[in-house]
Structures are given as C-alpha cells and as structure tokens.
C-alpha cells in the first residue's frame, strides 16, 4: 500500500513555471504569439508589481493576473498536478525567486516543474538608443555641470571627439573604435536634448531659436538617406559608387539651393582638408580655375592638396601617417620606445 502511494506520487506530473520577459522599449501589450498562448492557457498568472507596464493590456485581453509575489516554494507548490503558472517579473527580474529555484533544484530533494524563460518581446536593433536618450534627459535635468551646458560651450567637445575617433580607425584598435563611437554619440544626443529647450534671446551671444529634440534630427536624416539613395529605395540605377556620389552632390545642390560649388563647404576645418574639399568641389561642378599662384609655403600645400584629392588621397590623412613615421623617429632617438596604440 506505501510503496503503491509513493509510486503514484512519483508519478505525478510536477507542472510547468514559465518566466514571461518583456522589454521595456517595446511598447506595452505587444507581445509575440507563443506569450500571449502561454497567457490564456495558464492556470495562473502572477506578478508582485502592481504598476507592471503590461497588466492593462492583459486584463484588456482577459487574462487574470494575481497581485502576489509568491516565493519559490509556494511557486513549485502551486504547479502540483501538471499546473502551469506563468510569472510576471519586473523590469529589473526577481533575482530572489531565480535563486530561490535554483536552490530547490540543486538540493535534490523536491520534484521540480519544468522551467523555461518566455520573452515575451525583444529589443528591436537599436534599441539601447531609446535608453541613452532617457539617461541623457535625467542627466541634463539632475546633473550641476551638465545642466549649464550650451552649445557654444560643448563645441570644442565635439571637434574633439572627432579626432580621437579618427586616431581610434587609423590604429586599428575595435576596442577604442566602439569608445570613440560613443563618445561622439553622445555629443548629438546632448547637443540635441539641449535643443529641446530652445535658446531664449540673448543666451550665450546667440538669437532666440526654437526647440527640436532628437526624433527631428533622426527624423529628418532618414528623409534625406531615401531621398539621396533612389537606387535603393526607389528606380533610379547607380551602378558604380561614382555614379552614386555624382547623385548624390546634384540632389544635395537641389535641396540647398546652392549658388556656388563652394557653398557649404566649413572654413574653419583644418588647411589640407579645405583646400582638398574645395578642389574637390570644383573638379566635380566642372568649374574650370587655375590654381592661384603665389609666394610661401602656403600656396605650395595649396598645390599639394588639390594634387592629392585629384589622385583620390585624403591629404590630412596621408600628412597624419607621416607625421606618426616621424613621431616614431623622434622616439627612437630618444631611446624611448613607440607608443601603445
């Protein structure tokens, strides 16, 4: 008779506790099909937080949700006789249910349900961004420094950022390439929550401007990405990157309307790269000009900068990997060793 009950219990079907994930950039109540299945057909639902992002749409849905944040005995107890019970977590899990099942799972000594981790939604590529924009508001609103800046003020930042970018790509080094890639990241998401404050008339030297936030800068780039790529999301054919750039330059000369081939085209960058963008602009709009000639080693790397652009070189680049040839030359007479990169 004991060894007949004890077979049977041993027979009992130990039920299933399912672990129902969501993320919170998908927006609440889009689930995948298997979790909203797994939902109906449950026999419980659980979820300790009250304020769960996802609980109207489940009651929306039909679906009872108990308000209990049972612990990893009473889960196990609950699924007894073939029983599945699903489990909300919050945002951030329910490290103390996980550990507490683990720890019945490994003693050996309680028949455990099965259990599988559902996700209920899953973060879209790029998703981590909608992250940054969140804790770049709270940081602009709470933090003493972060809160004073302007753009004037950050402008240096982003020249600067920039250049470490470049040196991170020129090195080779994918660690520093990710760093650099981020820090210039930040520099369009700060600049732009500070937009969405607007600039009030006579703040930091400039005239009043209106606010927009960081849909309208991602908003606007993804109009001007279709509209300059036709052959991609239109009938227009590019069947070289040549014929892409040349379409590119004329739509852009559309969209600003531009008198000259220079218009544009930023003075304050350094001297190779002007003088390069500017015979490049020109060699493109088929303006025929002379270089100017004149006295000075000016006009000679105004030579030298156009002669390289026309050979398809990046004159600050190649002046950049000589310079590093000769910063090493330098050390190596010193009798110090090349630097890590």
Do not use: N
């Not at 600067?160 to 760093?179: K, S, T």
């Not at 030298?304 to 070189?313: I, K, Q, T, Y």
Request: glycine fraction near 10%; charge should be negative.
């Amino acid at each position: 008779m004991t060894d007949h009950s004890q077979s049977t219990a041993a027979a009992e079907p130990t039920g299933r506790i399912v672990l129902l994930t969501t993320s919170h950039r998908v927006a609440p109540g889009v689930l995948s099909w298997p979790a909203w299945q797994t939902l109906h057909a449950a026999d419980r639902v659980l979820c300790a937080d009250p304020g769960h992002p996802q609980l109207p749409y489940l009651r929306e849905a039909g679906v009872e949700v108990e308000h209990t944040a049972a612990d990893a005995h009473e889960l196990v107890a609950a699924c007894a006789g073939g029983r599945t019970v699903v489990v909300l977590p919050g945002g951030e899990g329910d490290q103390r249910l996980t550990d507490g099942l683990a720890r019945l799972a490994g003693s050996g000594r309680v028949s455990m349900p099965d259990l599988e981790l559902l996700p209920g939604s899953y973060d879209l590529p790029g998703a981590r961004l909608l992250d940054l924009v969140q804790v770049m508001d709270r940081v602009r609103r709470e933090c003493p420094w972060t809160s004073r800046q302007t753009h004037r003020g950050l402008a240096k930042y982003a020249i600067e950022e920039a250049y470490e970018l470049v040196e991170a790509i020129e090195d080779g080094d994918r660690e520093e390439l990710r760093e650099e890639l981020g820090d210039v990241l930040l520099q369009v998401v700060f600049h732009a929550r500070i937009a969405e404050e607007g600039i009030p008339a006579g703040e930091d030297g400039e005239e009043a401007l209106g606010a927009f936030s960081i849909d309208d800068v991602a908003g606007a780039l993804v109009q001007k990405l279709i509209h300059r790529h036709p052959h991609v999301f239109g009938d227009a054919q590019a069947e070289t990157p040549e014929d892409v750039h040349a379409h590119w330059q004329r739509t852009k000369a559309v969209e600003k309307r531009r008198e000259s081939v220079t218009d544009g085209v930023p003075v304050g960058q350094p001297g190779l790269a002007l003088a390069a963008k500017l015979a490049g602009r020109a060699r493109a709009g088929g303006v025929a000009v002379e270089l100017p000639r004149g006295e000075g080693i000016g006009y000679e790397l105004l030579e030298l900068a156009a002669r390289a652009e026309a050979e398809g070189v990046d004159p600050e680049t190649a002046l950049r990997a000589a310079a590093r040839v000769y910063r090493d030359a330098i050390r190596a007479a010193e009798g110090v060793g090349t630097p890590a990169r």
